[in-house]
T-cell receptor, first 113, second 118 residues
Framework: NAGVTQTPKFRILKIGQSMTLQCTQDMNHNYMYWYRQDPGMGLKLIYY???????DKGEVPNGYNVSRSTTEDFPLRLELAAPSQTSVYFC????????????FGDGTRLSIL | AQKITQTQPGMFVQEKEAVTLDCTYD???????LFWYKQPSSGEMIFLIYQGSYDEQNATEGRYSLNFQKARKSANLVISASQLGDSAMYFC???????????????FGQGTILTVHP
């Protein structure tokens, strides 16, 4: 049971480049989330989705876009990468919005140079 | 708006002793859930324990227990019989259970680094 899988694990981008962080889950969870974690800090919500075709902004959405065409996949798109987007990105999923915990992927460490 | 405060940037504990990690929260919701996650140096986020605002008893999961004091808006994590493998960053997080537009979003604190000494 793979859980939440993120690719790539590491990436270095140049300023102005674009890329897509991939996230897939095999638990048939409706709820999926993207967070970023800056050094020594907690996680901040970028975007979330409550089901295929439904997405909404979190706390720090600027510079990012998402799509949710299937239950399994929730890719995060960075357009025109900036140094401020250097961070560790976590994808998570949960079965519901109650007491069910969020299950996290292993993270993608992204550096913008 | 919800806010989680973890006032201890770092904590040290001797192996086999108990340690308490502090978490206070602020919310106007009556129904909410509190979570604790562990993040080892390898980086993954591991769910430890959950407490609902209407749960009458404090949550326990093995060596982890949650000291929930609703009136004081605190949800401290207690780790008993600390082990070297407990050395990690620990995050307290909150989720509104009030429905509406919350959609299960978690608000995280800044974390506490726990170091267990042999």
């Amino acid at each position: 049971n793979a859980g939440v899988t993120q690719t790539p694990k590491f990436r270095i981008l140049k300023i102005g480049q674009s890329m897509t962080l991939q996230c897939t889950q095999d638990m048939n969870h409706n709820y999926m989330y993207w967070y970023r974690q800056d050094p020594g800090m907690g996680l901040k919500l970028i975007y979330y989705s409550v089901g295929a075709g439904i997405t909404d902004k979190g706390e720090v959405p600027n510079g990012y876009n998402v799509s949710r065409s299937t239950t399994e996949d929730f890719p995060l798109r960075l357009e025109l990468a900036a140094p401020s987007q250097t961070s560790v990105y976590f994808c998570a999923s949960s079965a519901g919005d109650g007491n069910q915990p969020q299950h996290f992927g292993d993270g993608t460490r992204l550096s913008i140079l | 708006a919800q806010k989680i405060t973890q006032t201890q940037p770092g904590m040290f504990v001797q192996e086999k002793e108990a340690v308490t990690l502090d978490c206070t929260y602020d919310t106007s919701d009556q129904s909410y859930g509190l979570f604790w996650y562990k993040q080892p140096s390898s980086g993954e986020m591991i769910f430890l324990i959950y407490q609902g605002s209407y749960d009458e008893q404090n949550a326990t999961e093995g060596r982890y227990s949650l000291n929930f004091q609703k009136a004081r808006k605190s949800a401290n994590l207690v780790i008993s019989a600390s082990q070297l493998g407990d050395s990690a960053m620990y995050f307290c997080a909150m989720r509104s259970l009030a429905g509406g537009t919350s959609y299960g979003k978690l608000t995280f604190g800044q974390g506490t680094i726990l170091t267990v000494h042999p």
